[in-house]
Nanobody, 117 residues
Framework: QVQLVESGGGLVQPGGSLRLSCAYSRSIFRLHTMGWYRQAPGNQRESVAGITPGGTTNYADSVKGRFTISRDSAKNMVYLQMNGLKTEDTAVYYC???????????WGQGTQVTVSL
């Protein structure tokens, strides 16, 4: 069974920082691109960042320069460091294996990020 467990979300003020973590259940995922997605109420789920097995990263324009995706394959973990948070970053954040730009496996519960005064 595939398990994707996100954590690290919370309530922060604009300009604040959070570090999200994604724990995955299959070590073979270290050989695949991993990504972070988010979904705000009323919006479609969107890709925010991805990282290849070799460490190449890509980001949505809306988060470029503020978010950093990383991975620790020995620990079956993927991270998303979020700095300079804006109110528009408010969403539930999910991780997944990325295949053809889409999440390959069923979505986990995600972790809520709320940026507000």
């Amino acid at each position: 069974q595939v398990q994707l467990v996100e954590s690290g979300g919370g309530l922060v003020q604009p300009g604040g920082s959070l570090r999200l973590s994604c724990a995955y259940s299959r070590s073979i995922f270290r050989l695949h691109t991993m990504g972070w997605y988010r979904q705000a109420p009323g919006n479609q789920r969107e890709s925010v960042a991805g990282i290849t097995p070799g460490g190449t990263t890509n980001y949505a324009d809306s988060v470029k320069g503020r978010f950093t995706i990383s991975r620790d394959s020995a620990k079956n973990m993927v991270y998303l460091q979020m700095n300079g948070l804006k109110t528009e970053d408010t969403a539930v954040y999910y991780c997944n294996v990325v295949v053809d730009g889409r999440g390959r496996f069923p979505w986990g519960q995600g972790t809520q990020v709320t940026v507000s005064l």
